[in-house]
């Protein structure tokens, strides 16, 4: 049970590139979201699905695109990278039905746009 | 939309001294709410969460927090703190599909 996987860990790219962040669970997490965490920022949310199909926007999703095709996985895309993308970005999921919604975090990618 | 406020951003402790880190949020409807740590490299993890029932929730670690619903506030205690402790905490609010951060208050334990 590998729980919450992001790659890649590290990732350098230049202003106007394009990239995707890999998020994979296997839990069976109905619920899957990206985050974006900057000093004195806190945790901002920048996309979430509660299901396979289903995505929706969080605080700052500008320049961002999610897909959910399976429940496993959420990639997240950047289509045009810009400086202000610098950051450290965390996956999480969670169960959405039921009690308990903890949210279980990846390990972070720290993306650095030149 | 809800929002989530922590009062400190920096606080810096000796070793046993009591710690109270102070969260307040702001929405209308039902809420459940959490307590992260981030320790130095790492990713966050869970000390505690109130869904329901006894207001007073009991973590990890020694730690434990209390939801007053009339004050809309969701403050983390912990009676002796160790050096072990330093590290960020984030509280969080989950109302509807969303779960928002505070900005996080990095706590110092000084040996």
């Known amino acids: 049970n590998a729980g919450v996987t992001q790659t890649p860990k590290f990732q350098v790219l230049k202003t106007g590139q394009s990239m995707t962040l890999q998020c994979a669970q296997d839990?069976?997490?109905?619920?899957m979201s990206w985050y974006r965490q900057d000093p004195g920022m806190g945790l901002r949310l920048i996309h979430y699905?509660?299901?396979?199909?289903?995505?929706d926007q969080g605080e700052v999703p500008n320049g961002y695109n999610v897909s959910r095709s399976t429940t496993e996985d959420f990639p997240l895309r950047l289509l045009s990278a810009a400086p202000s993308q610098t950051s450290v970005y965390f996956c999480?999921?969670?169960?959405?039905?039921?009690?308990?919604?903890?949210?279980?975090f990846g390990e972070g990618s720290r993306l650095t746009v030149l | 939309a809800q929002s989530v406020s922590q009062h400190n951003h920096h606080v810096i402790l000796s070793e046993a001294a009591s710690l109270e880190l102070g969260c307040n949020y702001s929405y209308g409807g039902t809420v459940n709410l959490f307590w992260y740590v981030q320790y130095p490299g790492q990713h966050l993890q869970l000390l505690l969460k109130?869904?329901?029932?006894?207001?007073l929730v009991k973590g990890i670690k020694g730690f434990e927090a209390e939801f007053i619903k009339s004050k809309f506030s969701f403050n983390l205690r912990k009676p002796s703190v160790q050096w072990s402790d330093t590290a960020e905490y984030f509280c969080a609010v989950k109302g509807g599909n969303k779960l928002v951060f505070g900005a996080g208050t990095i706590l110092r334990v000084k040996s």
């Open positions: 999480a999921s969670s169960y959405w039905t039921g009690k308990e919604r903890e949210l279980f």
């Open positions: 109130y869904f329901s029932g006894d207001p």
């Open positions: 839990m069976n997490h109905e619920y």
């Open positions: 699905s509660v299901g396979a199909g289903i995505t």
